[in-house]
């Protein structure tokens, strides 16, 4: 593997897209429906799409292997908070989350940010705790108006 990270560019937003689709959909069936995870990539890829990463306030990085993008992850400078991080299936459990949460912790920290919240998918709370992040809340992550998720609302503070 040679893993590289980088910051996000204009160019890899179709990347980016795909390995959304591929970690909600491989991730996250046993915590979500089809419907759920079917209007969570849509929403994601229209809003993607046409915003992208035009926020300055948003921060994202990628990890790349072999010229592919195979994950990535943003923070919002500030709302002080993890947009969230996502892999390809195929690369979990190998480190690579964590050095992208490492990474845009290291940002926030960058911009004297003293802590930093997520919303956590129900698969990925045992992740986010091995990395210092503690429950919050149960919530509700409204998509649409018709379609909610259940999360959980981690922080981490940085002293």
């Given at each position: ?17 795909t ?8 991730l ?10 079917r ?7 229209h809003?993607?799409s ?12 990628v990890?790349?292997?072999n ?75 409204q ?13 981490k503070?940085?002293?």
């Amino acid at each position: 593997m040679q893993l590289q990270i980088r910051n996000i560019s204009p160019d890899d937003v179709n990347e980016i897209i795909t390995v959304h689709k591929k970690s909600v959909y491989g991730l996250c069936k046993e915590f979500y429906s089809q419907e759920q995870m079917r209007i969570w990539t849509d929403l994601f890829k229209h809003k993607f799409s046409n915003e992208g990463i035009k926020d300055a306030n948003n921060v994202g990085i990628v990890a790349i292997d072999n010229n592919k993008i195979i994950g990535y992850g943003f923070i919002n400078l500030n709302d002080k908070e993890v947009n969230g991080i996502y892999l390809i299936p195929e690369f979990t459990n190998k480190g690579i989350g964590k050095m992208i949460l490492s990474k845009l912790e290291s940002i926030a920290q960058d911009h004297k940010l003293n802590e930093l919240t997520l919303n956590s998918t129900l698969n990925a709370v045992h992740f986010y705790r091995e990395c210092g992040y503690k429950k919050i809340r149960e919530e509700l992550f409204q998509l649409t108006d018709n379609c909610r998720i259940p999360c959980i609302n981690m922080i981490k503070k940085f002293y």
